[in-house]
């Protein structure tokens, strides 16, 4: 997903003052996740390495008693017939 500023800084070097005053701390640079991932009560959402993010989207939908084929690129970019 696409990052808002709040927590990966802007266009001004990464750890700068000129970021961090404008932007506060830059989570992403400093190798934390971003703030509304970390602090979400539900988990609904999730960032890290896609390989990381697949296995627990894999996970969820497995225990919900959900088809491996209810997943994946296939599914999400279906092709009109």
Excluded at 31 to 55: N, Y
């Amino acid at each position: 997903m696409d990052k808002c500023t709040f927590c990966a800084g802007g266009p001004e070097e990464n750890g700068s003052a000129a970021e961090r005053e404008k932007y506060g701390a830059n989570r992403l640079a400093e190798g934390r996740l971003p703030l509304c991932a970390e602090m979400c009560a539900t988990k609904a959402l999730i960032a890290g390495d896609g390989d990381m993010v697949s296995d627990i989207y894999r996970e969820r939908i497995t225990k919900r008693g959900g088809r491996p084929q209810t997943w994946g690129w296939d599914t999400a970019y279906k092709e009109d017939v």
